[in-house]
């Protein structure tokens, strides 16, 4: 099963903001979407969850048309993960997590074993077994982020999108919820602004620049010092990073 975007063309008013782009996430692939802060990646996944409802283009999750297809079903096989988790009521850590569980719920289901037990391996697997009854308001802004992540496990996804999901959170947080979303072992499509992290965790990257992909392949492909330099107009020198074995970079202007 692959996700796939095609032709992808998106408007908000007047601007055009996501142009003709197609993009591929095969089964057990962790890709990335880069770019400079307003360069389309965060609408161009918005359009593919359905957040915002592209001009053109299509979404496929394997024989699924997910532009056509319910909510409900679409949250059967995909999850979303985004960056700003702000509510005006409270519930317990358990309780938001449990809601990862609705769309394979009919209308009124309670809640079986079966759900309890899956909720629990989601805790379990983002460290929040010791926060389950605390309030989800009094957490920090990493902690939510975690119990948004941990609800989105809960829905067991074939697939997940990360909407820039750590980018205002420290690097411990970034750290945490990057890792545990590689060791699920599943599709992932995630908009990241750490480059360090994009080499690290992504099998491949697309590089957007002014709602067009600029680039894609390897990081090793991608990241380079003359693709950076055209993307955020800095010099930079790449390494291999001495504690991550990956790809480092130094910047100048």
């Given at each position: 099963m692959e996700l796939s975007a095609q032709g992808m063309g998106v408007s908000i008013g007047k601007k055009e903001i996501v142009r003709n782009v197609s993009i591929l996430v095969k089964k057990r692939q962790f890709v990335g979407l880069i770019g400079p802060n307003g360069c389309g990646k965060s609408t161009l996944l918005k359009?593919?969850?359905k957040s915002i409802v592209p001009q053109s283009g299509t979404v496929h999750l394997g024989d699924m048309d997910i532009l056509n297809t319910t909510e409900k079903k679409v949250s059967r096989r995909l999850g979303v993960v985004g960056q700003f988790n702000e509510m005006n009521f409270d519930l317990s850590v358990?309780?938001?997590v449990m809601l990862g569980r609705t769309p394979h719920k009919k209308l009124l289901e309670s809640d079986k074993q079966e759900?309890?037990?899956i909720v629990e391996d989601a805790l379990a697997r983002t460290n929040l077994l010791h926060y389950k009854d605390r309030s989800y308001l009094s957490l920090s802004g990493g902690e939510k982020q975690r119990v948004i992540l941990a609800r989105t496990i809960a829905q067991q996804p074939q697939f997940m999108v990360l909407d820039e999901p750590?980018?205002?959170l420290d690097i411990r947080y970034q750290l945490e919820i990057l890792s545990c979303?590689?060791?699920?072992?599943?599709?992932?499509?995630a908009a990241l602004h750490?480059?360090?992290m994009a080499a690290y965790y992504c099998d491949y990257i697309y590089a957007v620049k002014q709602g067009e992909i600029y680039a894609h392949?390897?990081?090793?492909?991608?990241?380079t010092p003359e693709t950076i330099e055209s993307l955020?107009?800095?010099?930079?020198?790449?390494y291999i990073n001495p504690v991550t074995h990956g790809l480092g970079f130094a910047y100048g202007i």
């Amino acid at each position: 099963m692959e996700l796939s975007a095609q032709g992808m063309g998106v408007s908000i008013g007047k601007k055009e903001i996501v142009r003709n782009v197609s993009i591929l996430v095969k089964k057990r692939q962790f890709v990335g979407l880069i770019g400079p802060n307003g360069c389309g990646k965060s609408t161009l996944l918005k359009s593919i969850y359905k957040s915002i409802v592209p001009q053109s283009g299509t979404v496929h999750l394997g024989d699924m048309d997910i532009l056509n297809t319910t909510e409900k079903k679409v949250s059967r096989r995909l999850g979303v993960v985004g960056q700003f988790n702000e509510m005006n009521f409270d519930l317990s850590v358990h309780q938001m997590v449990m809601l990862g569980r609705t769309p394979h719920k009919k209308l009124l289901e309670s809640d079986k074993q079966e759900d309890y037990d899956i909720v629990e391996d989601a805790l379990a697997r983002t460290n929040l077994l010791h926060y389950k009854d605390r309030s989800y308001l009094s957490l920090s802004g990493g902690e939510k982020q975690r119990v948004i992540l941990a609800r989105t496990i809960a829905q067991q996804p074939q697939f997940m999108v990360l909407d820039e999901p750590t980018n205002h959170l420290d690097i411990r947080y970034q750290l945490e919820i990057l890792s545990c979303v590689k060791e699920l072992n599943i599709g992932v499509l995630a908009a990241l602004h750490d480059l360090e992290m994009a080499a690290y965790y992504c099998d491949y990257i697309y590089a957007v620049k002014q709602g067009e992909i600029y680039a894609h392949g390897t990081p090793e492909q991608v990241l380079t010092p003359e693709t950076i330099e055209s993307l955020y107009q800095v010099k930079c020198q790449t390494y291999i990073n001495p504690v991550t074995h990956g790809l480092g970079f130094a910047y100048g202007i």
